[in-house]
């Protein structure tokens, strides 16, 4: 599954692409919870959003190897 990472998700993976091999999430709650568990810095943003397919998606969303994945922090400005 390649997943794609934006702002400090890239900071936090090591890059703009992270890519996980076997089937670690059937949904977007199972990707959030494989992420926290590898990354524990993700646990700090709460926040962050989930686009499948390039549209945003909620937890109960099914993903799968072929689905194009984002990582999108929150983001702040002044």
Do not use: R, W
């Amino acid at each position: 599954m390649k997943v794609l990472c934006f702002g400090v998700a890239k900071d936090i993976v090591g890059g703009a692409e992270l890519n996980i091999e076997g089937q670690h999430a059937q949904n977007v709650s199972e990707l959030k919870e494989y992420l926290n568990k590898t990354f524990p810095k993700f646990l700090e943003y709460k926040s962050y959003m989930v686009a499948v397919n390039q549209a945003y998606a909620n937890d109960e969303i099914s993903i799968s190897d072929s689905d194009e994945i984002a990582l999108i922090p929150p983001v702040s400005g002044g």
